[in-house]
């Protein structure tokens, strides 16, 4: 009987769900009425749009730029001209945005299971269980429709898919998002070709870090990994969250409403989480800054514009817009971080100090990373390294 009635059969399907922590299907039903993926990508006055092989072009020449700024490797893979629909559909998967959603979903879970098992649940924590499978299905129906909130808004706004400063689909691709960059400089009265130029400049230095440096997105997950294991989830303090958003078991919109504000997944980081947060952001810090430098030291006799760029994009980054907001929620990792300018004079006082070769050590190992301390206080790394390259141990 049940079956005939639309609503039910879709809960059905919906609480069915039995492919991880994140329902990826609902997710990219969630983002794909949200991003708007039916609308004109490109508004009248806009130049028109360039071809993925004007792409192509353009990424080999950019690759030839940082090749005489860095020996950071160039790395093959392909150059999209990506709608939004064709952006959210590679979001939404265990590939794209799972690789940071799926383990802090699984945290969460966890976590949520060990508190009910704690007071008296039985069968919570037992695999298979129905009262188990409820509420992993719960769980990933939760998530979905955040993660697909994140990459609906996401994908009206990214400019390529490294625009957040990690890949958001396979490492190894350069692509843009849509008419989104195309609509950017007509914005801000860029010129279209010159600015296609910077935003590839960028992609490709991004992609010589994530799909180049062999152990940078093992140590990424291990990261994000050990912040989801460090999670203590309080469910009574979700639904009180959820409350004062607005939820109402009753009332499938408000349920919506409340899970598509930024504040509906907030849960504040443990003292353990706190010490794994720690690297993760000085980790966003240095990856974006040494792309700045790269891009700043490859393009800047060869971008009129480049100046004015950075002053916009500066000001885009300190603005961030509401999938950014919506990500930070969800994975409580702000991809955006108020060190960035730490980051940046780091850059410039390890290149005044032993040039870009130098920087570029940091990429040779996890271990030589900068720590959050160390990009206040460039000296003390330098110092690190040194005694790195001299088989010193660290002392710390």
Known sequence: MFESVPLFRELAKVMSWTSGPVNWELAGQTAAALSGTGMAEISSGQAPAASEDDLVQAVHAV?????????????????????????????CSSSGLGVYVEPV??????????????????????????IADAMNAMGAMLYGVQVGTVAGHLAGQLLGTYDLGFPTLDP????????????????????ATEFRYWLLLREAAHRRQFAGVPWLQPHVASLISAFAQGADFDPNRLLEQLGGLGFDPNDPESIQQALEQPDAFRVEPTAQ?????DKLQALVAFTGSWVDHVVRAAGGDKLSSLPRIEEVM???????????????QLIGLDLKPADHRLGQRFCEAV??????E????????????????????????????????SGLPDPE
Do not use: C
Request: proline share 5%.
């Open 105 to 130: 979903a699984k945290g969460m879970g966890d976590s949520l299971a060990r508190q009910l098992g704690d007071v008296g649940i039985a069968g919570i924590e037992a695999t298979g269980s129905p």
């Open 273 to 277: 989480q706190r010490v794994v947060l």
């Open 172 to 191: 190894r691709m350069v692509a843009t998002v849509g008419g989104n960059a195309e609509a950017f400089a007509h914005d801000y009265g860029f010129d």
């Open 351 to 356: 290149v005044e100090a032993r040039g870009q």
């Open 358 to 389: 130098g920087l570029d050590r940091a990429w040779q190992r996890a271990e030589w990373l900068p720590k959050r301390s160390e990009l206040d206080e460039p000296s003390h790394w330098l110092v690190r390294l040194a005694g790195a390259e």
């Open 314 to 328: 500066s000001r885009r980054r300190a603005e961030k817009g509401p999938g950014e907001k919506f990500m930070e």
């Open 63 to 91: 690759e030839l730029w940082l090749d005489q700024v860095t020996a950071l490797p160039a790395v093959q893979g392909p150059v999209r001209k990506l709608s939004r629909a064709e952006w959210v559909t590679q979001a």
